[in-house]
């Protein structure tokens, strides 16, 4: 279990791994069985003492803080970048996966002609900059759907091949609304074959599949903080190639991205040189150590039981639910092909109301959209606890 926080101590120690007792690292949830992790992340005991023991501090403003905001903003960039391949210098925070990513699309060349790659129904964050960036310079936006059968990364392949004129593919590993998965290995290989620029938004699937990095090389990748990252809103990441760490453009022009010398100077007349890496996208308004606090608490979590080992617990606890629900007479209303932590089920679309009106009154938390109930667990339900869907459901076998 956690250490509590104390002022002198605001980042208590992480539970250790294994993940047997990992429940009890969360703040209880009552009766209350908490799947929608894919819109918000449970709170972590140790999270919550961080963000309160912040904001405490933070009443008294004249007392000196140790660690200060710049620096806890070095620590979590540190703790990010091993989610990635390990190069704090590669690792900007922004406040949202939006932001990051019309960063991203601010950066990269585009003409006249040119075509953009995102998927049909791809969450808004990463679809709407694009939008934005092909209207301002003549490029195409083609979304990708699938025919009957096929899969996203068949569909995606295929999508390749058919635009000569491709330059960018805005994508995600795993899909927001059903959990699907993209095979990034091949789709990478069929870009990086034609110098077609990779754009990743990992916000369902970072903290719980790693992104090979090296294998991918993507431009960019982008994940908020709140959901797999049991973190807060208002902080996420965006990871930069090499070259964009020099050349990219952010969208906003604070002055912590930049490096104005021992004397804080911004000459009127001169450029005030960038930050260095990736901290040139750095945005303003994150110095806050209440959110600061809370994503460090979180990642050091994360990074103890580690997202290898959290991945396997969370596919135990998916499988389990497809098992009770095959006992009951269920298995058809869910697709197997998903990630290990995010699935969804499909009832008949005329019972989709009432199914959803009955894990409400069974106390089941899940999203209901798009025809689909999305359920996303993570290690504060017990592997056992997830037959409470198919029990509550049972009677529409
Ligand atoms: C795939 C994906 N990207 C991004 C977001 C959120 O992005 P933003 O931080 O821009 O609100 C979500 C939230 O559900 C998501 O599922």
Redesign the pocket.
């Known amino acids: 279990m956690s250490r509590a926080a104390t002022p002198a101590n605001p980042h208590p120690a992480p539970a250790p791994a294994p993940l047997d007792a990992a429940a009890t690292a969360f703040v209880p949830h009552g009766d209350v069985l908490y799947l929608d992790c ?2 918000q992340g449970p709170r972590l005991q140790a999270v919550h003492a961080a963000g309160l023991a912040a904001y405490e501090a933070a009443a008294r403003p004249w007392q000196r803080v140790s660690p200060t905001p710049p620096e806890q903003r070095e620590q979590l960039r540190a703790l990010l970048a091993r989610l990635f391949d390990g190069e704090a210098d590669a690792v900007a925070l922004v ?7 019309a960063a991203a699309a601010n950066s990269l060349p585009l003409g006249e002609g040119d075509a953009v790659l995102v998927l049909d129904g ?5 679809l709407l900059c694009w939008q934005q960036r092909c209207a301002d310079t003549g490029a195409r936006l083609c979304g990708v759907s699938r025919t009957q059968g096929q899969d996203w990364t068949g569909a995606v392949l295929d999508a390749i091949a058919a635009q000569p004129r491709l330059r960018i593919a805005a994508l ?1 590993h ?3 609304d059903d959990g699907s998965t993209l095979d990034l290995d091949r789709i990478a290989a069929a870009l990086q074959a034609r110098g077609i620029f990779l754009v990743l ?1 990992l ?2 699937s970072l903290g719980v599949l790693a992104p090979d990095m090296a294998r991918w090389r993507p431009e960019f990748a ?3 903080g709140y ?1 797999w990252l049991l973190g807060v ?1 208002g902080l ?1 990441c965006l990871w930069a190639a090499p070259r964009w760490r020099d050349q990219g453009r952010p969208i906003e022009h604070h002055w912590c991205a930049r490096d104005p010398g021992p004397e804080w100077r911004f000459p009127v007349q001169a450029d005030t040189p960038w930050a260095a890496g990736a901290r040139r996208f750095d945005a303003g308004g994150l110095d806050d150590p209440v959110r600061l606090s809370m994503a460090m608490a979180g990642l050091e979590q994360l990074l103890a039981w580690g997202p290898a080992a959290i991945a396997s617990a969370l596919g135990e606890r998916t499988r389990a639910l497809h098992d009770a629900l095959d006992r009951a007479g269920l298995g058809a209303w869910a697709a197997r092909d998903h990630a290990p932590h995010l699935m969804a089920l499909k009832p008949p679309a005329a019972n989709l109301p009432v199914v959803y009106e009955t894990l409400r009154d069974a106390r089941i938390a899940c999203t209901c959209r798009y025809g689909v109930l999305r359920l996303a667990p993570h290690l504060h339900v017990a592997a056992g606890e997830l037959s409470r869907v198919a029990d509550a459901l049972a009677r529409f076998a």
């Open positions: 894919a819109a406040p949202s996966a939006a932001h990051g990513l791809q969450f808004p964050s990463n995600p795993v899909r927001w938004d916000s369902q982008v994940s908020v959901k809103h996420a």
